[in-house]
């Protein structure tokens, strides 16, 4: 389990998927899955403080997310920090060797100039059939997520094998409401997944 300590600040950045609405937030924290597990760690933590920024930005790529990185993660030294990044990228065509070099990129920076520990998502879904093959043009970029994880040593939430196999069991439900934008159960499985793979016990 991630022993999260008194003060300790945590960052998740990315797309829309962790944006959800933060700017319109007074707490800048949105409606998503940032917001789930702050209130839950505000719970099982009560006798610490952390601090939570969200730095999510809608339609963005890894590529946007370097030119904003100063700013955005380096300035706010973090603690932890959570990536999820790549379902944009698979639409705008960015390439799989300049995803992969930029994401190493950022994660070697980070690490050459804070003290974080990193917690890298796989990428989600875009789309809620199982059988379309749809989300078989995100494998390659989970892949490279997998390897970056590993070479990095940071904490791998398994979004994307752990939403297809819901999807592969589910009857009726779903996870968003436009095959890629979570609804609030996908917001809550979303959380479940990143808490659970800190450590956290959340069924």
């Excluded at 944006?19 to 933590?45: A, Q």
């Excluded at 059939?129 to 070479?151: C, F, S, W």
């Excluded at 779903?174 to 809550?188: A, C, F, P």
Aim: aromatic content about 8%.
């Amino acid at each position: 389990m991630v022993s999260f300590q008194e003060g300790q600040n945590l960052v998740f950045i990315g797309d829309s998927i962790t944006d959800c609405g933060r700017t319109d937030d007074p707490e800048g924290i949105g409606h998503g899955y940032v917001r789930i597990v702050k209130d839950y760690l505000s719970l099982m933590l009560p006798e610490i403080s952390l601090q939570v920024n969200n730095r999510g930005v809608s339609g963005e790529t890894i590529l946007d997310l370097q030119k904003r990185w100063q700013e955005d993660v380096i300035a706010l030294k973090p603690d932890w920090m959570t990536v999820s990044i790549g379902i944009n990228d698979e639409w705008k065509n960015v390439s799989l060797a300049q995803y992969k070099e930029t994401y190493r990129e950022l994660l070697s920076e980070t690490k050459r100039r804070t003290n974080a520990s990193f917690i890298i998502m796989q990428t989600t879904i875009i789309s809620e059939d199982p059988n379309d093959g749809k989300n078989e043009r995100l494998l390659p970029y989970n892949e490279i997520i997998e390897e970056i994880a590993a070479e990095f040593d940071a904490i791998l939430v398994r979004q994307n094998q752990i939403f297809t196999q819901y999807l592969k069991t589910q009857k009726g439900k779903v996870l968003t409401y436009d095959q890629v934008h979570m609804n609030s159960t996908g917001q809550l499985l979303m959380a479940f997944n990143w808490l659970e793979a800190c450590g956290y016990s959340v069924k």
